[in-house]
């Protein structure tokens, strides 16, 4: 049986950074097939491993910076990000997201990763996603479902 983990990453605290997880909780509303697993990432990555280790598929939500107009949204299989991990970290307070997955490699592991990047409007103080980026939020999750569908096919 294939194992789905789909993953909300962001800071709720950052306006439109916290839109992975926003997503999460629309996410975990629905009546999502039993081979799926919902995570609220939050800004945690290495405390993450364990999640990513138990997946065949990996779908993750995020803010992405990618010079599109707010709101855009990207997918992206996380092999042609070429995410290199960061010689110069010097705490495990300072992974990201690409550490991780590097470190998970070096374990064994290597789940196939599609990341839904969601181009920020603002990334500052703030409970609120800004309204470009808000009203991307059901066509999101329809495109969550529609990818979860397709890898349990």
Same mark, same amino acid.
């Given at each position: 049986m294939k194992r789905v983990l789909v993953l909300g990453i962001g800071n709720l605290l950052m306006q439109d950074d916290g839109v992975g997880v926003h997503v999460i909780r629309m996410l975990e509303k629905l009546d999502l097939p039993p081979e799926v697993e919902v995570v609220d990432g939050g800004t945690h990555s290495y405390d993450l491993l364990d999640y990513f280790s138990q997946a065949d598929q990996c779908i993750v939500i995020d803010a !992405?910076?990618?010079?599109?107009?707010? #709101?855009?949204?990207?997918?992206?299989?996380?092999?042609?990000?070429?995410?290199?991990?960061?010689?110069n970290i010097a705490s495990l307070h300072e992974l990201?997201?690409?550490?991780? !997955?590097?470190?998970?490699?070096?374990? #064994?592991?290597?789940p196939q990763v599609i990341i839904y990047g969601v181009e920020p409007h603002t990334v500052d103080l703030g409970l609120e996603l800004t309204p470009c980026v808000a009203e991307q939020l059901p066509r999101i999750v329809e495109m969550i479902q529609r990818e979860i569908a397709a890898l349990l096919a």
């Open positions: !992405m910076h990618a010079g599109g107009q707010p #709101g855009t949204v990207y997918r992206v299989p996380l092999a042609e990000l070429d995410l290199k991990p960061d010689p990201s997201f690409a550490e991780a !997955m590097y470190m998970l490699n070096l374990q #064994g592991y290597n």
